[in-house]
C-alpha cells in the first residue's frame, strides 16, 4: 500500500496467512474479515429491540437529510403525493 492510502485509511489490521503467500487478493481478505465479524455478532446475541430501532430511524434521517427531504417530504412520497 502506498503511504497516501495507508494515511487515509480509518485503521489498518493485518490477517496472518500463515502459508508461502505474503498477501491475499481483495476478496479474499474481505471474506475473512466478513466471516469473523460475524461469528462475533452472532456470539454476541440480537441487539435489543430499541437499539435496532434507533439504527433504523438514524439510518432514514441520514437518508432523507441527503436528499434535503424532511419527514413530511416523505409522508406525502408514501401517500402518493409530490412535496
Given at each position: 500500500m502506498?503511504?497516501?492510502a495507508?494515511?487515509l485509511?480509518?485503521?489498518?489490521?493485518?490477517i496472518?496467512?500463515?502459508?508461502?503467500a505474503?498477501?491475499?487478493?481483495?476478496?479474499?481478505?474481505a471474506a475473512?474479515v466478513?466471516h469473523?465479524?460475524a461469528v462475533?455478532?452472532?456470539?454476541a446475541?440480537p441487539?435489543p429491540?430499541?437499539s435496532?430501532e434507533?439504527?433504523v430511524?438514524?439510518?432514514?434521517?441520514r437518508c432523507?437529510a441527503?436528499?434535503?427531504?424532511?419527514?413530511?417530504?416523505?409522508?406525502?412520497?408514501?401517500g402518493?403525493?409530490?412535496?
Amino acid at each position: 500500500m502506498t503511504n497516501e492510502a495507508l494515511e487515509l485509511a480509518d485503521s489498518t489490521f493485518y490477517i496472518d496467512s500463515g502459508g508461502f503467500a505474503q498477501s491475499l487478493n481483495v476478496s479474499a481478505a474481505a471474506a475473512i474479515v466478513f466471516h469473523h465479524a460475524a461469528v462475533q455478532v452472532k456470539a454476541a446475541g440480537p441487539p435489543p429491540p430499541e437499539s435496532v430501532e434507533r439504527t433504523v430511524c438514524e439510518y432514514y434521517s441520514r437518508c432523507l437529510a441527503s436528499k434535503g427531504w424532511t419527514f413530511e417530504h416523505m409522508l406525502n412520497a408514501v401517500g402518493g403525493k409530490e412535496a
